[in-house]
């Protein structure tokens, strides 16, 4: 069940859209403690953020920065205020959506239904993706995975091995490796992608898989 947090100070409003919410199944989490907004957060720990702008203490554009300092969750901004820059200062801040009051419930629901479907439907199928032998790259955080231990990955090493993973059973050549990492805007030479090769296997080996990354000489590599 995914989670919604709430930070509105209308009470009647902040009833309405909860009573609705947990009628498509989603749990809600109502802030109430507006001096408190990130501790809560941090303890909620919610799948979306409703923020309303015009707040107690300090307002949602505040808050949204907060939120953004340590989390990615989508973040929709429902406020009365209708001027352009308040829209504009809302997905500046980080918000994914700005929604002005009254607003069309059905149509708030839509909305949460499209963000959360795009941000978590779409990660747990990369998760699905990329995983092989037990071996799980986790893309929002460039680690590997295996049997409850995890390791961090260097940003070449994860594009390197996000892109074997890309092609299981398939030979990868070195040319590709290094277009890829060109394509990231840092240049590699030939014997630097060696080097990222065989550290990005002692990790893997040292989480306790062995032989991972098979190499084809004169071709290039590939996960069997």
Known sequence: MYRIMMVEDDEKIRRIVADTLKKWQYDVVEVTRFDQVITEFKQAEPHLVLLDINLPVFDGFYWCQQIRVVSKVPI???SSRNQNMDIIMAINMGGDDFIQKPFDLDILVAKISALIRRKYTYQEEESL???HRGLKLNVTNSTIEYHGQVTE???NEFILLQLIMRN???IVSREDFMQALWNEEQFVDDNTLTVNVNRMRRKI???GLEDF???RKGMGYLIE
Do not use: D, E, H
Request: proline share 0%; glycine share 6%; no cysteine.
């Open 76 to 78: 929709i901004f429902l």
């Open 129 to 131: 993706r990329f995983m």
């Open 205 to 207: 080996a040292a989480l």
């Open 153 to 155: 990955l260097s940003r």
């Open 213 to 215: 990354i098979v190499t």
């Open 168 to 170: 299981i059973g398939k």
